[in-house]
């Protein structure tokens, strides 16, 4: 009996001792695995299109996974204070449930990312693509729709807010009047939103390659790519299109 007591008394404070370092150990050990890394100049001079885009899928996959990866922010922030060299730009809508970072399980200085409503191109958003590519080296644009877009759906209704959101809504006319072979062109019809999603990603693209002669030559140089992409609510799976 006082045997057993004492060797009780022995076994949990060497048990406590025991689960105190190994606890001490998955501490630093996770620490230690934070991601700190970021896109230096040297990286992104060896990136290509095809590499980006390849990041960007499986990023997306591990998105979908739920297995982003870990990151020191903190590192990223002081290691991308004085610059910065993003692979990417993306152009998104600004539909909360888009996450671009999260979505390419991207962190701090790896991606541009621009968002308007409905995605698509005005001088503004051209000029800040032109950035990313032309003087701050991305080689991939994306421009991304997403599955049951509220602007879309806005555009197709005509809804009426402000002269502002009129300038916005009618964007996205062209790839409404392109959509073809629907009885129902309300908003309610799921996939003829949907087919316009991806119908005004198209458009969005040709757009930006009239308007924006620095992007064509860009990719007529082959020094970009330029993809769209659709985003589904349901899974965050994004699915790519290249032309
Ligand atoms: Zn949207």
Redesign the pocket.
């Known amino acids: 009996m006082f045997k057993n007591h004492i060797s009780k008394l022995l076994v949990v404070p060497f048990l406590a001792l025991f689960i105190s370092c190994t606890q001490k150990n998955t501490d630093t050990q996770s620490t230690k695995a934070l991601m700190g890394e970021t896109i230096t100049a040297e990286k992104q001079a060896a990136l290509t299109p095809q590499t980006i885009l390849a990041s960007l899928k499986e990023g997306n996959e591990r998105y979908v996974n739920n297995d982003l990866t870990a990151r020191d922010l903190q590192a990223q922030v002081k290691a991308t204070a004085t610059g910065q060299y993003p692979e990417a730009v993306i152009l998104s ?3 909360s449930r888009v996450p671009v970072e999260h979505v390419f399980d991207k962190g701090v200085g790896d991606v541009f990312v621009a968002r308007v ?3 698509t191109v005005n001088p503004d958003i051209l000029g800040s693509i032109e950035y990313g590519a032309a003087v701050a080296g991305s080689k991939v644009i994306v421009v991304m729709g ?1 599955e049951a ?4 759906k806005a555009s197709i209704d005509e809804a009426d807010l402000s002269d502002n959101a009129d300038v916005l809504l009618d964007r996205v006319n062209p790839a409404i009047e392109a959509v073809q072979g629907y009885d129902d062109r309300t908003s309610a019809n799921g996939a003829f939103v949907d087919d316009v999603v991806k119908t005004n990603v198209d458009m969005t693209i040709d757009e930006m390659l009239v308007e924006s002669p620095v992007l064509k030559g860009l990719l007529d140089k082959g020094e970009i790519m330029i993809v769209g992409a659709y985003y589904d609510l349901d899974t965050g799976k994004v699915t790519f299109v290249e032309n």
């Open positions: 809508c600004i539909d409503a409905g995605n997403h877009c509220g602007a879309v």
